[in-house]
């Protein structure tokens, strides 16, 4: 899907900070979700950067939930609560996504160089954040939660909005032996792999999960893909993002 670059995302300011929102989204009105870079003054320690992120927001850090972290070696989750985590928030770190229906529990990602993908039913005001990989892409993990939200919410997937953002390239190089594991686990896709002058395969990872949505039932019109060459470039060139959503 093409988009407008123009119209696809909301900047907004804040002193000297600048952040984003996806305009789409952002028309719904029920949520709010910011994209801005990790800046230089944000440190990992002691989690001052979630706590900046939650004075700049006027987030309960209490109520939190995180994606941080994330590579091919690990995943680390992390709530901070003044409850029990699932009274408001179901986690899932085999498909990395943190899912919440309750208002005011800010789901946020802390990545590099990955996909991002929000989903969101409007109808029953579930959001989901997920972060995604080569080889959750291969697992299909997308459709995975999909499921997963309509067995725990009665989320139908024809109501979904999603909205996948790439930081980083989309098209991943591999090797013969990957390629066809993909062309296994994966029906018509070859608009979804090309080969560069030299020879090498590449794979579109985002016209891929694309792919895994709709064989699971959502609606092509209800998802936006947003390439990392689309993005600002405070965004597409920052070494960390910060990725957050909140029910209203």
Same mark, same amino acid.
């Given at each position: 899907? /093409?988009?407008?670059?123009?119209?696809?995302?909301?900047?907004?300011?804040?002193?000297?900070? /600048? *952040?984003?929102? #996806?305009?789409?989204?952002? $028309?719904?009105? $029920?949520?709010?979700?910011? #994209?801005?870079?990790?800046?230089? *003054?944000?440190? @990992?320690?002691?989690?001052?950067?979630?706590?900046? =992120?939650?004075?700049?927001? @006027?987030?309960?850090? &209490?109520?939190?939930?995180? !994606?941080? &972290?994330?590579?091919? $070696?690990?995943? /680390?989750?992390?709530?901070?609560?003044?409850?029990?985590?699932?009274?408001?928030?179901?986690?899932?770190?085999?498909?990395?996504?943190?899912?919440?229906?309750v208002r005011k529990a800010p789901l946020i990602i802390r990545n590099k160089g990955i996909l991002n993908v929000i989903i969101y039913d409007p109808g029953k005001k579930v959001v989901s954040l997920a972060a995604v990989n080569m080889q959750q892409t291969? @697992?299909?993990?997308? +459709?995975? =939660?999909?499921? $997963?939200?309509? #067995? +725990?919410?009665?989320?139908?997937? =024809?109501?979904?909005?999603?909205?996948? !953002?790439s930081f980083g390239q989309s098209k991943v190089y591999v090797d013969d032996n990957t390629s066809n594991v993909f062309k296994s686990n994966f029906h018509n896709i070859n608009h979804c792999i090309s080969q560069t002058d030299e020879g090498l395969e590449q794979v579109d990872i985002c016209k891929i999960n694309i792919a895994t949505l709709l064989e699971v039932g959502v609606k092509y019109e209800n998802i936006i893909d947003i390439k990392n060459k689309e993005l600002p470039e405070i965004l597409a060139n920052v070494e960390t993002i910060y990725t957050i959503i909140n029910i209203k």
């Open positions: 899907m /093409e988009n407008n670059k123009d119209s696809i995302l909301s900047v907004h300011t804040d002193g000297d900070i /600048e *952040y984003y929102s #996806i305009t789409a989204l952002e $028309e719904l009105g $029920e949520i709010e979700h910011y #994209i801005l870079p990790k800046t230089f *003054y944000d440190k @990992d320690e002691e989690d001052a950067d979630f706590f900046r =992120l939650c004075t700049l927001f @006027d987030f309960n850090f &209490n109520k939190i939930v995180t !994606i941080r &972290n994330f590579n091919y $070696e690990s995943i /680390e989750i992390n709530s901070y609560k003044d409850i029990e985590v699932k009274a408001f928030t179901e986690t899932n770190s085999n498909v990395c996504a943190i899912t919440t229906n291969l @697992d299909k993990a997308l +459709k995975a =939660l999909v499921l $997963e939200l309509n #067995i +725990k919410y009665n989320s139908s997937p =024809l109501d979904l909005k999603v909205v996948m !953002i």
